[in-house]
């Protein structure tokens, strides 16, 4: 079955960087897009960014662009998210997402908090 494990969240001071990854299974991990979704207290989850199945095309969301890269290794696969110039804003659960054969997988989340 699918299974999508994010790793890499913990405590971070603002400014700082972190890099999380999401190691998946399951599926045929190069043929698809993966996605990045986070979700704040109180607020709904939001997307983060995509990347294509091969890696070649990204998207993000206008308050991440610039300071956050999304990246894939199809031999590996996992999916990441490198972080920089964080924010206390940026405090929130991210989870790793695919949607294949119709369905909707995430993983468990990790938690990411910015804070001095």
């Known amino acids: 079955q699918v299974q999508l494990v994010e790793s890499g969240g913990g405590l971070v001071q603002p400014g700082g960087s972190r890099r999380l990854s999401c190691a998946a299974s399951g599926f045929t991990f190069s043929g698809y897009p993966m996605n990045w979704y986070r979700q704040a207290p109180g607020k709904e989850r939001v997307l983060v960014a995509n990347i294509s199945s091969a890696g070649g095309s990204t998207n993000y969301a206008d308050s991440m662009k610039g300071r956050f890269t999304i990246s894939r290794d199809n031999a590996k696969n996992t999916v990441y998210l490198q972080m920089n110039s964080l924010k206390p804003e940026d405090t929130a659960v991210y989870y790793c997402?695919?949607?294949?054969?119709?369905?909707?997988?995430w993983g468990q989340g990790t938690q990411v908090t910015v804070s001095s």
């Open positions: 997402n695919v949607k294949t054969q119709g369905l909707n997988y």
